[in-house]
């Protein structure tokens, strides 16, 4: 928005505050995410910057908490670091062990929201669909109730052994299969949400095509509409990856000691003592954001280029 | 017209209309075949558990489960008899079976609820119930006067059904009085309303903020060519796609008291070393953070919404001699007005059910409504944490539906 010529001075002043309150408003964005940063690094316990890191000093900045990281919760942490060493970090480390919860968790809830929720918004998205605004509004509203409530709800469904069902499946606390299905409900939303929206663009007269070429249905969507609802879905099951990877509510409520993930390690962290080391996690979390975030970008131009949308 | 024309049949001689009708109602049954897996994984997974723990809010059986003598007995006599020999028979047999069993504690929990500093006198007398001889009455009485209180009687009537209304009394800050009748409680202990107003009010100040905030920036990435508005879109989307406790990490780290705002404000001298401000772990850091945290939804549909204004409108307000406040006061703003109704709902619902933010950094006065569910979750009331949780449901419910009325939800977008 350039200043037009015939502004008079009052306009002029406007247009400069204008900016300049923009300007705060994205340092308030990006400012906190940024800081962490730095601040990670710090050879002191402390979570602000010390004058030797002001001064650009080297002795300021040191990898001690990426350290602490690995060896917290090891059994040996000052042995030699041999093949031993990182066998114990594998199996002990108490961030590695909630990492790799998080990505197993993550993993399952992805797959579990990003299949059903496709095919789901693969209905939704046909004309003939019977109460389809009802169904919808069921299906995305996991992202709007409150998750306090949901996580209670599964407390105490999961500690009845099947309760209303009447059948004896065992409890669904301390379990992995729990937590799994408790996350792929509140990734399912943006799985919809996100290929709802690429299917607007979808011509449906390709898939009649190739049914009236003789093409089976499962052939014509594993040939025809998946690779053009594709950048969709994978944005889809980004978004429930992410939501996976940063819920700590229903982890509270329905996990055991066995499947502590990174957010509930940091939800201890801030709440018990809290150690420079989680902003060097929260250092890596936030280039896992960034990768994220350009991944999505890429595939939303990608689709908007297949489908011939022009970008607005 | 005259002629009734002829029934128009399909190759195989069927009327075309039952046909018709038939390939419709197969078309719609596929439709709904591949929506079912996932409306089956959603009722278990989602609408079950929630309907089961709304359950427990008019449902709680540690009473009538406990003394089912005296539950048989308010059961054959109707209300307002007054409790005769058998009734204390019953209760003393009740008492008894409480102390072999252990659940003394769990019946006087449920009594507990409507009058209070009553759970010891269920608990000392159970531990010498079975010292109890007959005429019951007498002996209980002399045990302890209050069993001849009518308002422990009442409260036992009421508790001797599972199916209750009370804790939706106690979350709405009423009891049931002497005579029966409902009323407030006093001044001082009305709390629940308070932080159901309290959770409403901050969720506005802050569903106002954001807009505040979201405005210049959201028409500032619509105004601007598509290349640097594509560039200044990360640094919203970027917090957007960063872990909630990250971002609320970062803020504990730049607001708390030797944290990086204040340190800067004592190295330029604008604060003393010991006027170091507090602003985390209260209602201000509450605040703070759930703007920063809840603002990408409230610029996102004002951009889309912004995006689609036409510049002619403005330039042809100017050219008619408006001001550049009228312009945008008469021209502009209510064109972005299904903007700003669109993220300004979207933060509210997501603000008012908000719970980790306010647990990190809410201190004791930033607390909120999912909050005090919780607390009460962890002390085990359970049907009073479902009662709150039902009533917050009933509220984020309705703003969904007009959300839906008004937006609609297959406008939600994401990025």
């Known amino acids: ?312 | 017209m005259t002629d009734v024309p002829p029934l128009l049949t399909t190759a195989d001689g069927r009327p075309l209309k039952a046909a018709l009708a038939s390939a419709q109602g197969r078309a719609r049954r596929k439709a709904f075949y591949l929506v079912a897996p996932l409306l089956l994984f959603v009722v278990f997974s989602f609408i079950l558990p929630i309907g089961q723990m709304l359950h427990r809010s008019i449902y709680h059986d540690g009473f009538s489960s406990t003394a089912p003598n005296l539950s048989a007995w308010f059961a054959a006599n109707p209300s307002g008899t007054e409790p005769d020999e058998a009734a204390f028979a019953a209760l003393a047999a009740d008492l008894a079976e409480m102390k072999k069993n252990k659940t003394a504690g769990e019946a006087a929990t449920r009594i507990n609820y409507t009058v209070s500093a009553t759970r010891s006198l269920f608990t000392a007398t159970a531990r010498k119930a079975d010292k109890l001889q007959p005429p019951f009455k007498e002996a209980l009485l002399a045990e302890d006067a209050k069993w001849g209180e009518p308002v422990i009687w009442q409260a036992m009537r009421a508790a001797s059904n599972p199916y209750t209304t009370d804790f939706y009394l106690i979350a709405t800050d009423r009891a049931r009085g002497a005579d029966g009748g409902i009323e407030q409680v006093p001044e001082n202990e009305r709390i629940y309303l308070w932080l159901f107003g309290k959770t409403f009010i901050l969720s506005g100040l802050i569903t106002f903020i954001c807009l505040i905030l979201a405005f210049p920036i959201a028409h500032l990435l619509a105004t601007l060519p598509m290349a640097k508005s594509n560039l200044l879109m990360i640094l919203v989307l970027l917090p957007f796609w960063t872990s909630l406790l990250v971002r609320t990490t970062s803020w504990i780290v730049l607001l708390q008291g030797q944290g990086v705002v204040n340190n800067i404000l004592v190295s330029l001298g604008m604060i003393g070393e010991d006027g170091r401000i507090t602003m985390i772990y209260n209602q201000t850091g509450t605040i703070i953070v759930m703007t920063h945290i809840l603002l990408p939804f409230m610029v996102l549909p004002l951009y889309s919404v912004m995006r689609t204004i036409k510049p002619s409108y403005a330039r042809a307000a100017r050219s008619l001699g408006a001001t550049s406040w009228t312009t945008f006061r008469r021209i502009y703003l209510p064109q972005t007005l299904p903007g700003i109704g669109a993220g300004a709902l979207l933060v509210f619902i997501l603000a008012v059910g908000y719970y980790i933010t306010p647990a990190l950094v809410g201190g004791a006065d930033g607390q909120l409504i999912s909050n005090l569910i919780q607390f009460h979750m962890s002390k085990s009331n359970w049907s009073l944490a479902a009662a709150l949780s039902g009533m917050l449901l009933v509220g984020v419910l309705l703003l969904y539906w007009l959300y839906d009325r008004l937006v609609g939800i297959d406008k939600l977008k994401l990025g």
């Open chain 1, 1 to 312: 928005m350039a200043l037009p010529v015939y502004a008079d001075p009052l306009e002029r002043v406007w247009y400069y505050t204008y900016h300049a309150i923009c300007v705060a408003i994205f340092v308030f964005l990006i400012a906190p995410i940024l800081i962490v940063m730095p601040l990670s690094f710090n050879a002191e316990p402390y979570f602000t910057f010390t004058t030797k890191m002001l001064t650009f000093d080297p002795s300021g900045y040191s990898l001690r908490w990426y350290d602490l990281l690995l060896t917290f919760g090891m059994v040996a942490p000052d042995a030699a670091r041999d093949s031993s060493w990182w066998a114990d970090v594998w199996q002990n480390a108490t961030w590695v062990r909630a990492a790799k919860n998080s990505v197993i968790i993550g993993f399952w809830s992805t797959i579990l929201a990003t299949s059903l929720g496709t095919l789901a918004a693969l209905g939704l998205a046909r004309p003939e669909m019977p109460y389809r605004r009802l169904i919808m509004a069921v299906l995305i509203s996991p992202m709007i109730v409150p998750i306090i409530i949901i996580a209670t709800g599964l407390f105490f469904f999961y500690s009845s052994p099947c309760g209303i069902v009447g059948m004896d499946c065992g409890r669904l606390t301390s379990t992995y299969t729990g937590v799994v299905m408790a996350h792929a409900t509140l990734g399912i939303p943006f799985v919809i949400i996100t290929v709802t929206a690429t299917l607007i663009g979808f011509d449906q007269s390709l898939s009649r095509a190739a049914a009236s070429l003789g093409a089976s249905p499962s052939r014509t969507f594993f040939k025809v509409v998946l690779p053009l609802i594709l950048p969709g879905v994978v944005s889809g099951a980004l978004f429930a990856f992410v939501t996976s990877f940063d819920e700590v509510v229903a982890v509270l409520f329905i996990a055991g000691p066995e499947q502590q993930t990174i957010p509930r390690q940091m939800w201890n962290g801030i709440r018990e003592q809290i150690s420079p080391a989680i902003l060097s996690v929260a250092t890596i979390l936030v280039l896992i954001s960034i990768a994220l975030l350009a991944t999505v970008e890429l595939l939303r131009r990608r689709s908007e280029r297949i489908r011939g949308v022009t970008p607005q």
